[in-house]
């Protein structure tokens, strides 16, 4: 099983739409958890960390489930700018590696 | 905003050539990551260093990579007698205190002809 899976998409959606991300994650033991942004051919970028309690950001919203070990991204009101490929991302601890998904791509058209 | 910054940001060599990727990460930082990304594929980690010494590193980070902190500002990757599967962007990255709040560099894209 993959450590942080994500569904590939791509996610086609017209300007103004709601969209929603899952990811899960196989380890347990994982404690901090992230929603990057990568555009084509540039660095990831972080978007928001993911708390328990959830947590918005603007349109965005983020949302953990240890119990589930699931992870999920809500991106509302969707603009042009919001194309990308969005990675779902854990760590065990703080200075260890970040797990990256294989990213989930959104394209937003008008 | 501080950043990190790699150089070159793309790199062609030639087979079982040996390459030197630079990168500066952010100055108070203390935790320090390469990470590649084959083209269409996930980013995937390399290797980890603190304290002058390396952290963790994947399998990926075998006797062909090293990794160096030769001047207190630089970190570098060098990858020896290059393959054609080490084609890839290369990112380096820099966290601060406790390790959160990685910041990536642009990128170095290494192509192996």
Known sequence: RKEVEQDPGPFNVPEGATVAFNCTYSNSASQSFFWYRQDCRKEPKLLMSVY????????????????????????????????????????????NMLTFGGGTRLMVKP | E??????????????????????????????????????????????????????????????????????????????????LEDSAMYFCASGGQGGFGYTFGSGTRLTVV
């Open chain 1, 52 to 95: 328990s309690s959830g947590n918005e950001d603007g349109r965005f919203t983020a949302q953990l489930n240890r119990a589930s070990q699931y992870i999920s991204l809500l991106i509302r009101d969707s603009k042009l700018s919001d194309s990308a490929t969005y990675l779902c991302v854990v760590i065990r601890d703080a200075g």
């Open chain 2, 2 to 83: 501080p950043e990190v910054t790699q150089t070159p940001s793309h790199q062609v060599t030639q087979m079982g050539q040996e390459v030197i990727l630079r990168c500066v990460p952010i100055s108070n930082h203390l935790y320090f990551y390469w990470y590649r990304q084959i083209l269409g594929q996930k980013v995937e980690f390399l290797v980890s260093f603190y304290n002058n010494e390396i952290s963790e590193k994947s399998e990926i980070f075998d006797d062909q990579f090293s990794v160096e902190r030769p001047d207190g500002s630089n970190f570098t990757l060098k990858i020896r007698s290059t393959k």
